[in-house]
């Protein structure tokens, strides 16, 4: 995925509007930074770690992906602290529908699921949610009508992996506490 990754959204103009070389624009939930702009066309240079940690390696050209720019200190925060630092992937392991919403269960790799809890919060490829269930090897979440459709877990399916990013709060209250429990 190193070099140009061209976005077919109709947002990304607005992502890239002000990018600058070194600026930062997530991409499925992992931070990356911008080496070169041209128009609604930008490039990030993505090392091993990043293609180990992430599912940015499974990408191809002309997948969809959530694109983000960072939060302004002064901004508003619409969901919880994200850096787009991938903790680990999981897969979609199933779908449930409802009126209004879908419930999608997502597995969790074991050594991540201490950083969860019910009416939490995970990001999954980049988009912050609130966890409906947290289990050892899964969790879940629901997703309103409009995440459905503005983003790309609306279209994922079971067996399609996802980037997770836990808590950072929780990761620093367990460095914080130690060995304490």
């Known amino acids: 995925m190193t070099g140009v990754q061209t976005c077919a959204l109709p947002i990304c103009p607005l992502v890239v509007e ?4 070194g600026a930062s624009i997530a991409v499925n939930g992992v931070c990356l930074t911008v080496v070169d702009v ?11 770690e990043t293609l ?7 990408l191809e050209p002309g997948s969809k992906v959530n694109l ?12 919880h602290l994200v850096q787009g630092h991938v903790d680990g992937v999981g897969e979609i ?15 969790l790799p074991p050594e991540l699921s201490r950083y969860l809890v ?21 969790f879940s979440v629901a997703l309103i009508p409009t995440t459905l459709a ?10 399609d992996p996802v980037n997770l990013e836990v808590d ?14």
Do not use: N
């Open 18 to 21: 002000d990018a600058v070389h």
């Open 38 to 48: 041209k128009g609604e066309v930008f490039a990030a240079d993505v090392i091993k």
């Open 52 to 58: 180990d940690k992430s599912s940015l390696g499974a």
């Open 68 to 79: 983000e720019r960072p939060v302004r200190l002064s901004d508003r925060l619409g969901g």
């Open 93 to 107: 392991v199933s779908r449930e529908p409802g009126e209004r919403w879908e419930v999608v269960t997502v597995s």
């Open 118 to 138: 019910d009416k939490g919060s995970i990001t999954v490829d980049g988009i912050s949610l609130t966890v409906v269930e947290a289990g050892t090897d899964r």
């Open 150 to 159: 503005l983003t790309t877990l609306g279209r994922k399916q079971p067996g």
């Open 168 to 181: 950072v709060v929780a990761k620093y209250v367990e460095r914080m506490l130690g060995d304490r429990t």
